[in-house]
């Protein structure tokens, strides 16, 4: 009877063990997967502020910017020293007047707007970078 006893309280102490050993394990996961997922900004929150508040625009350009500002008589690339602050959203601008094209992955947004018949247009890529989003690309064309 004693062997019995024994044995029993063995095997259910085992069991509590590993009952509790898995259940920590999975909800840790769950707990680093919570974390994660909200570490990454939110991109219509950046977005926002992005033309919003010139200093965090600044912040958020990945210079020196692949592409450039090319008009009728001259190439510049892009520096801090010459950016044009963006203030208007792609959402916003006037579709009376320009053609817009947008499109939203889960770690890249492009935006292009353009005047119809006519050499202006633009183009830039926002990209997640280190659970961060940056402007990492910008083309002006007008000539």
């Known amino acids: 009877m004693k062997n019995t006893h024994r044995i029993f309280v063995h095997g259910f102490t085992t069991c509590m063990i590993l009952f509790l050993l898995l259940n920590c394990k999975s909800s840790n996961k769950s707990a680093s997967r919570h974390i994660e997922s909200a570490s990454i900004e939110d991109f219509s929150g950046f977005y926002d502020r992005f033309h919003t508040d010139s200093s965090f625009q600044i912040s958020r350009?990945?210079?020196?910017?692949?592409?450039?500002?090319?008009?009728?008589?001259?190439?510049?690339?892009?520096?801090?020293?010459?950016?044009?602050?963006?203030?208007?959203?792609?959402?916003?601008?006037?579709?009376?007047?320009?053609?817009?094209?947008?499109?939203?992955?889960?770690?890249?947004?492009?935006?292009?707007?353009?005047?119809?018949?006519?050499?202006?247009?633009?183009?830039?890529?926002?990209?997640?970078?280190?659970?961060?989003?940056?402007?990492?690309?910008?083309m002006d064309l007008n000539f």
């Open 61 to 138: 350009i990945k210079f020196p910017l692949k592409e450039m500002n090319i008009d009728v008589t001259n190439k510049k690339e892009w520096t801090k020293d010459n950016w044009p602050l963006m203030k208007t959203r792609i959402y916003d601008i006037d579709t009376t007047q320009f053609k817009i094209e947008y499109k939203k992955t889960d770690n890249a947004f492009t935006q292009k707007f353009w005047l119809e018949d006519s050499d202006f247009s633009s183009e830039y890529r926002f990209e997640l970078i280190g659970n961060k989003w940056f402007l990492v690309y910008a």
